[in-house]
């Protein structure tokens, strides 16, 4: 027996070289398959953040939410209630999205508008959580340092 010879088949360079492809491949597959399925999982989780950012701030806005008139309100409560002559023609989405509050008696239209402005915020919020959410946060900073002196002037 000769030292340093494989005990066994001898495998040529070209057959231990495709043998290593073929375990690199399989290993491939698996940390991909791994991989995927922990991105899944953390995506599954970070689509639940926008949403919980926006109902904790609903949450916080209704338990503040204020029951009266404000001298900032007044003009538009009075618009919304009918109190005011003139209609409300150069804001036709304003006027759209009011347009349920103009049911409600005249003493509710105040707290109608409060809570109307709290989910108008909340929602805001919910879209800055998201936002924030997809930025590229596995960039490292040399490849964004590149992208920020690669814009036009």
Sequence with gaps: MQVGKPIGRNLGN??????????????????????????WQVT?????IPFAVALGALLWYAITLSF???????????????WDWVPMADQPLLW?????LRLLPAAGVALGLNF?????????LGLL?????????????EKSNRQNT???V
């Design 129 to 141: 959580a998201r936002s924030v959410e997809l930025l590229p946060w596995d960039q490292g900073v």
């Design 150 to 152: 690669a814009l036009p």
């Design 96 to 100: 759209l999205f009011t347009l349920p």
């Design 44 to 48: 599954k989780f970070l689509v639940k």
């Design 68 to 82: 009266g008139v404000t001298m900032s309100s007044l003009f538009l409560t009075a618009k919304v209630a009918g």
């Design 116 to 124: 109307f402005s709290s989910v108008l915020a909340a929602l805001t």
């Design 14 to 39: 070209r057959q231990i070289a495709a043998q290593n492809r073929r375990t690199s491949r399989a290993d491939f597959f698996l940390v991909s398959n791994r991989k995927a399925m922990f991105n």
